[in-house]
T-cell receptor
Framework: DQQVKQNSPSLSVQEGRISILNCDYTNSMFDYFLWYKKYPAEGPTFLISISSIKDKNEDGRFTVFLNKSAKHLSLHIVPSQPGDSAVYFCAALDSGGYQKVTFGIGTKLQVIP | DTGVSQNPRHKITKRGQNVTFRCDPISEHNRLYWYRQTLGQGPEFLTYFQNEAQLEKSRLLSDRFSAERPKGSFSTLEIQRTEQGDSAMYLC???????????????FGSGTRLTVV
């Protein structure tokens, strides 16, 4: 049962353009959402998060949008840089529960110079 | 603070052998989590500790798997009688859980890559 879904396994974007990574979730108990970035042979590193009480959170070039009614979130990277090339995991947790993080399968982003 | 440290980084073992991995969390973190990541998948939750108490175990954690956190600091994950299907990246994470105030600083280590031959 995939509670966090990332339906695009890969995405290629030109340097300087916008990258949009999408994520859908099914568990209505999830109330905190995170994006992690992972390079090969390294653990995931935290990128940005959003609480369900917000619909947008921005940190520099990274913005996460949350649409609770659609159970959908997206990560926007503007402008995209070659160093952004990595696998991006969408993740969610139920802050009222044990707070284990449930991950999607990831989207591999390639930013082409 | 050097973050979450995992050892070894890589382990190759023969099928049927036992292996043990170690995780040293961020020192002030009271929660420690183990995840497993296989190729093409996101990390999957295995188990977690709050201090020394193991509070949840996933059904993915078969009887051959055991995790401990004896003094509420470092943790070990042991796999007995390894199988080829155990080949994966084993990730550890830690966080500071302050109850209703929130869960902070969720940080992953670099992982231990296990190859069972």
């Amino acid at each position: 049962d995939q509670q966090v879904k990332q339906n695009s396994p890969s995405l290629s974007v030109q340097e300087g353009r916008i990258s949009i990574l999408n994520c859908d979730y099914t568990n209505s108990m999830f109330d905190y959402f995170l994006w992690y970035k992972k390079y090969p042979a390294e653990g995931p590193t935290f990128l940005i998060s959003i609480s369900s009480i917000k619909d947008k959170n921005e940190d520099g070039r990274f913005t996460v949008f949350l649409n609770k009614s659609a159970k959908h979130l997206s990560l926007h990277i503007v402008p995209s840089q070659p160093g952004d090339s990595a696998v991006y995991f969408c993740a969610a947790l139920d802050s009222g529960g044990y707070q284990k993080v449930t991950f999607g399968i990831g989207t591999k982003l390639q930013v082409i110079p | 603070d050097t973050g979450v440290s995992q050892n070894p980084r890589h382990k190759i073992t023969k099928r049927g052998q036992n292996v043990t991995f170690r995780c040293d969390p961020i020192s002030e973190h009271n929660r420690l989590y183990w995840y497993r990541q296989t190729l093409g998948q996101g990390p999957e939750f295995l188990t977690y500790f709050q201090n020394e108490a193991q509070l949840e175990k996933s059904r993915l954690l078969s009887d051959r798997f055991s995790a401990e956190r004896p003094k509420g600091s470092f943790s070990t994950l042991e796999i007995q009688r390894t199988e080829q299907g155990d080949s994966a990246m084993y990730l550890c994470a830690s966080s500071l859980f302050l109850g209703s105030t929130g869960n902070y600083g969720y940080t992953f280590g670099s992982g231990t890559r296990l190859t069972v031959v």
